[in-house]
Antibody, heavy 119, light 114 residues
Framework: QVQLVQSGAEVKKPGASVKVSCKAS????????IHWVRQAPGQGLEWMGL????????SYVKKLQGRVAMTRDTSTSTVYMELSSLTSEDTAVYYC????????????WGQGTLVTVSS | DIVMTQSPDSLAVSLGERATINCKSS????????????LAWYQQRPGQPPKLLIY???TRESGVPDRFTGSGSGTDFTLTISSLQPEDVAVYYC??????????FGQGTRLEIK
């Protein structure tokens, strides 16, 4: 069955970068988009952007442009999300999620990765 | 950006009773070319990732109990749980995928048992 398995929790200092991975299995990796959604403690869901694994192109939310980069490794069916210049406001659970290419709802989600930014 | 507004923010319903959650978008989510509303609903239980319940505003995801029903069109949508069960305690989110970037979510509705 389809699975998205994310890397483990991270603790980072302000100003540092974090790179979270999301390994897909159970279906054709390049047939879907992979999205990243984050959730600050006690807050709602915030879409960060998406990557098309078949060509590697990505689209990001405006507020994160310049700080976020989504990449993929097709040989391992893994997508990466790197966020730089971290502040305490980036403390959140980061989810990867799968979306169809022409209907961008999310049918499978990773388990989430907690990123804590603290001095 | 399309703004999604849910109401109420929280809701307490007795077991076996009906729960209704509303979602309003700042722009129409209906594509006239295919007559589809680009609106999804998710359920998030504590400590878990969101789970897809409904897409195209009214299509139930495989495996979702039929007590969950999505309705509405254009800018006004509703998620109805016909007979509340203990496992339905969760936060529910609507999401638009009509115009992106960005994809946007409602702020969430917390559903509890009265």
């Amino acid at each position: 069955q389809v699975q998205l398995v994310q890397s483990g929790a991270e603790v980072k200092k302000p100003g540092a970068s974090v790179k979270v991975s999301c390994k897909a299995s159970g279906d054709t990796f390049t047939s879907y988009y992979i999205h990243w959604v984050r959730q600050a403690p006690g807050q709602g869901l915030e879409w960060m952007g998406l990557i098309n694994p078949s060509v590697g192109s990505a689209s990001y939310v405006k507020k994160l442009q310049g700080r976020v980069a989504m990449t993929r490794d097709t040989s391992t069916s893994t997508v990466y999300m790197e966020l730089s210049s971290l502040t305490s406001e980036d403390t959140a659970v980061y989810y990867c999620a799968r979306g169809l290419k022409f209907s961008l709802y999310f049918d499978y989600w990773g388990q989430g990765t907690l990123v804590t930014v603290s001095s | 950006d399309i703004v999604m507004t849910q109401s109420p923010d929280s809701l307490a319903v007795s077991l076996g009773e009906r729960a209704t959650i509303n979602c309003k978008s700042s722009q129409s989510l209906l594509y006239s070319s295919n007559n589809k509303n680009y609106l999804a609903w998710y359920q998030q239980r504590p400590g878990q990732p969101p789970k897809l319940l409904i897409y195209w505003a009214s299509t139930r995801e495989s495996g979702v109990p039929d007590r969950f029903t999505g309705s509405g069109s254009g800018t006004d949508f509703t998620l109805t749980i016909s007979s509340l069960q203990p496992e339905d305690v969760a936060v529910y989110y609507c999401q638009q995928y009509h115009s992106h970037p960005p994809i946007t979510f409602g702020q969430g509705t917390r559903l509890e048992i009265k």
